[in-house]
Structures are given as structure tokens and as C-alpha cells.
T-cell receptor, first 110, second 110 residues
Framework: EDQVTQSPEALRLQEGESSSLNCSYT??????LFWYRQDPGKGPEFLFT???AGEEKEKERLKATLTKKESFLHITAPKPEDSATYLC???????????FGAGTTVTVRA | DVKVTQSSRYLVKRTGEKVFLECVQD?????MFWYRQDPGLGLRLIYF???????EKGDIPEGYSVSREKKERFSLILESASTNQTSMYLC?????????FGPGTRLTVL
């Protein structure tokens, strides 16, 4: 069974204080690893897909990296508008569905 | 822009009632999904559909059924609502493995 574990559960940052979120996974043949952002009371919003170890993707202050066992979401010089819950999900080869982690809630104080 | 809409943002029902949650997508996507999201548990897949009239059970299908009569519409049915089905319900459709989510329906069963 696919498993996704995200850490920490919650992260409080000062504006400008860079940090990283971790997503550890076990899956029988990775088809893709996905990062989503979710604001309170809203549906998740797609951020990145990573397909193979060594791959990196960037979007504004966010950078996602992938190894064979985990992915990191780096937040560089965060701003208060980066406050959200960040979700990680994996998709196994030949499967339609995604298996999600419980998320990391990031709060950035001005 | 992909748009996934859900029929209600908030819903309150009584134990034993039959509940219909509707989801519509406007991008001709083949695959559609229903998840529930609970604190600390993340998103859990209830059912998904990879074509009209085709459906497959996800990880937690008990107490739920689905209907997909048209490509753009995927309905989740609670045959007899129970208090443990109080949750946030999220619908998604996908293209190229990227899932697009609706805004969610917060269902409370009293």
C-alpha cells in the first residue's frame, strides 16, 4: 500500500525566514509526486509534479525536489501570503488515484 | 482555466437522510474523483471514475455510492447519512495526471 508522510505537521515562520517541508513516501513504482497548496475553506491548488529522482521545479518562492524516498518543498524568503497547508501526494505506476499525506500547515508572520 | 464546481459549499443533513453531492467539470476530462478530508487524516479517496458509467472503489467506499451518467458530471451519494460522514468533501477531475479540485462541500450530519 502506498504511504505518504509529511513533516512537520505545522511550521511557523517569520517573514523572510526560509525553511523546508518534507514528504517521505513508499510506493510500488512512482509515476509522479505532486505538491498542492490549500487555503482554508478551499480546494487544493496544484503546484508541481515531479517524475524522477533528481528533478527540481520552481515557482516564485517555492522549489520542489525529489529523491527516491522523499521530496522537499523549499520556501525561500516567505511572505505572509505563503501561509497555507501544503499537501504532498504520490501516484503509482499504472494507477489513476493519488495517495495524499496529511499536510503541513505553514504560517508566515509579518 | 479548468473549472470544477460543486453544488453546495455547506450542507446540513439529518441522520438517515439520503444525500446527493454534485460535481461538474467543464474541461472534458475523462477521470473524476471524490475525496473526503478530515483533520489529521488528509484526503482519502472514496470513489473514482475513468469514463462515463465506469467507477471504481477508492480507499473508503463504505456508506457511499456514485453515479456518472454524463462525462462532465460525477455525483456522490450517501444512501443513509450518519454522523461519522460529517466531513469536507472534495471533487476533482484530471488531465495528464494533474488533478484539479473543486471548492469543496462541508457536510454536517446531525
Amino acid at each position: 500500500e502506498d504511504q505518504v508522510t509529511q513533516s512537520p505537521e505545522a511550521l511557523r515562520l517569520q517573514e523572510g525566514e526560509s525553511s523546508s517541508l518534507n514528504c517521505s513516501y513508499t510506493v510500488s513504482g512512482l509515476r509522479g509526486l505532486f505538491w498542492y497548496r490549500q487555503d482554508p475553506g478551499k480546494g487544493p491548488e496544484f503546484l508541481f509534479t515531479l517524475y524522477s529522482a533528481g528533478e527540481e521545479k520552481e515557482k516564485e518562492r517555492l522549489k520542489a525536489t525529489l529523491t527516491k524516498k522523499e521530496s522537499f518543498l523549499h520556501i525561500t524568503a516567505p511572505k505572509p501570503e505563503d501561509s497555507a497547508t501544503y499537501l504532498c501526494a504520490v501516484q503509482a505506476a499504472g494507477d489513476y488515484k493519488l495517495s495524499f499525506g496529511a499536510g503541513t500547515t505553514v504560517t508566515v508572520r509579518a | 482555466d479548468v473549472k470544477v464546481t460543486q453544488s453546495s459549499r455547506y450542507l446540513v443533513k439529518r441522520t438517515g437522510e439520503k444525500v446527493f453531492l454534485e460535481c461538474v467539470q467543464d474541461m472534458d476530462h475523462e477521470n473524476m474523483f471524490w475525496y473526503r478530508q478530515d483533520p489529521g487524516l488528509g484526503l482519502r479517496l472514496i470513489y473514482f471514475s475513468y469514463d462515463v458509467k465506469m467507477k471504481e472503489k477508492g480507499d473508503i467506499p463504505e456508506g457511499y455510492s456514485v453515479s456518472r451518467e454524463k462525462k462532465e458530471r460525477f455525483s456522490l451519494i450517501l444512501e443513509s447519512a450518519s454522523t461519522n460522514q460529517t466531513s469536507m468533501y472534495l471533487c476533482a477531475s484530471s488531465f495528464n495526471n494533474e488533478q484539479f479540485f473543486g471548492p469543496g462541500t462541508r457536510l454536517t450530519v446531525l
